[in-house]
């Protein structure tokens, strides 16, 4: 009764979908991992209808579930509790490039590689880069403050946003699109990275970069982490690296079986480094001149844009190919950099029998540990990784796979901020329940 009603209320401000044939592709994640349900699909086409969706689901006491391009890999976005899902999907505008600023305006619902390719039309680019850009919208980047390839160059998201528009519990609306580079007016409320629980996000003011065509790419072969890392550290200094990407044999034989890629290099290693140069100059002679100095074992460096594309599928197509395997458990943690060998020898002690495929962003420390089969390690990994002073998720968010976890990277006292700030805004915690806050 309640949902009709709702139904009724909702489809005379905004589009709805009921019809289960449609609203099951908004109940389930990515992975297949999460499989929730809902009534009601909202699509709203602004802001105003974004409010005006939020006031009615207030008024009637009804919990509602953001969802952007629902590539999310921690549930987050997923429908647990039979909430209503509010999709950001039709927020697809996208403003003026200000060159002189360096800023563009975009929708919550606007695709990274629209968003691309509308900024690059104007020389600039979007520091922000990762293998889910035909799908993951702005505002779930924002919200999950995702990270990708170029983090040690241009930061996450985070750094990349000069403001939000969102709708918070109440229908009421905030916006900070105005892009005053100084603007000392008051403390920033903590939308990215709040996953969904603090407010919608309808916009967000983006931070552009130079877009850099000169680029250099190869892949190394290494016989282990230690000397990866010790390659990262001599490569590091080049102001033109952009990306230092890792991934091991195991992971490199399932891409392969997946996609039937030939081998990249002549031999087997033990650890394969994908590093990527940008710059307005070539940055191949000074590309070359570093890995000259280095004992890598083999080095395959791509002749023209297909080439470096081609080696980049061996490690974007790692996420399907893992899917293509099994449901997997997917645990996305970084740890100092120092604490990545040790961490390594002991991960095969704790994941029991379950398969284990790794790769990552080096830079970061950040590495990917998927699972498919066995027990789940959860537990064992992510205490081993709060041990050695990583954080239990490095760029994916918490959502709802890590939530009871949470506590191993932040403190009482910080648990306690989060949720009477949680509380401040959203008093009925109508806004994605049981999503990051246990
Ligand atoms: P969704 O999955 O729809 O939602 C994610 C979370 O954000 C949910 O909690 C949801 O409630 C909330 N949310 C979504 N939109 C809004 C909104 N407008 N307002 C408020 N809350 C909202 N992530 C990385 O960080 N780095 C990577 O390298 C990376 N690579 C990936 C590669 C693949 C192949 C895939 C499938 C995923 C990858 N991801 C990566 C994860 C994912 O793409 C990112 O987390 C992305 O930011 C999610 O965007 P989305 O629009 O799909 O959000
Ligand atoms: C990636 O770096 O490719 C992603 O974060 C996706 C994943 O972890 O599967
Ligand atoms: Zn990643």
């Known amino acids: 009764m309640l949902m009709e009603r709702l139904s009724e209320r909702l489809s005379l401000v905004t589009r709805v979908v009921t019809d289960p044939s449609v609203t099951a592709g908004y109940c389930t994640d990515f992975t297949g991992r999460w499989r929730g349900s809902t009534p009601l699909v909202a699509l709203p086409g602004d802001t105003a209808e974004v409010a005006e969706v939020m006031r009615i689901c207030a008024g009637e006491g009804v919990p509602v579930v953001p969802q952007g391009g629902n590539t999310g890999l921690v549930g987050g976005g997923v429908p647990m509790g039979g909430e209503v899902v509010l999709s950001l999907r039709r927020l697809t505008g996208l403003g003026p490039v200000d060159a002189a600023a360096l800023q563009v305006t975009a929708g919550a619902g606007v695709v990274l590689a629209s968003l691309q390719r509308h900024v690059r039309a104007a020389g600039l680019d979007f520091g922000v880069d990762f293998a889910a850009r035909d799908a993951a919208t702005v505002g779930g980047m924002v919200a999950t403050n995702a990270g990708g390839e170029r983090v040690l160059r241009y930061g996450t998201t985070r750094a990349n946003v000069i403001g939000v528009e969102a709708v918070l519990a109440d229908g009421s609306v905030i916006s900070r699109l105005g892009g005053l580079p100084k603007d000392n007016t008051g403390f920033e409320l903590p939308f990215t990275g709040s996953e969904g629980v603090l407010g919608i996000i309808t916009a967000a003011r983006l931070r552009l970069v130079p877009l850099l065509e000169r680029r250099a790419t190869a892949l190394l072969g290494l016989p282990d982490v230690p000397a990866a890392l010790a390659a990262l550290a001599v490569l590091r200094p080049l102001d033109s690296l952009e990306m230092a990407e890792f991934f091991l044999p195991e992971g490199l034989r399932l891409v392969r079986g997946h996609t039937g890629l030939p081998s990249p290099t002549r031999e087997e290693h033990a650890v394969y480094l994908l590093v990527e140069c940008a710059a307005s100059r070539d940055p191949e002679p ?50 100092p950099l120092g604490e990545l060998p040790a961490f390594l020898d002991d991960l095969p002690g704790l994941i029991g029998d379950a398969e284990l495929y790794l790769f990552g962003h080096l830079a970061e420390g950040n590495l990917h540990v998927n699972l498919i089969g066995g027990q789940d390690p959860t537990d064992a990994v992510l205490r081993r990784v709060a041990l050695a002073g990583g954080s239990i998720s490095a760029e994916h968010g918490v959502g709802r796979a890590k939530s009871s976890w949470l506590h191993l990277s932040r403190s009482p006292a910080e648990l306690a901020a989060f949720r009477a700030v949680k509380r401040a805004l959203d008093p009925g915690c109508l806004l994605n329940p049981g999503a990051l806050l246990p």
């Open 286 to 335: 000074e590309l070359h001149a570093v890995l000259e100095s280095l004992p890598a074992a083999e080095i395959v460096i791509a002749a023209d844009a297909a080439d470096r594309h081609r080696l980049w599928r061996y490690r974007e197509a790692h996420t399907e190919a893992i899917n293509s395997r099994g449901v997997p458990v997917k645990l996305d943690v970084a740890l």
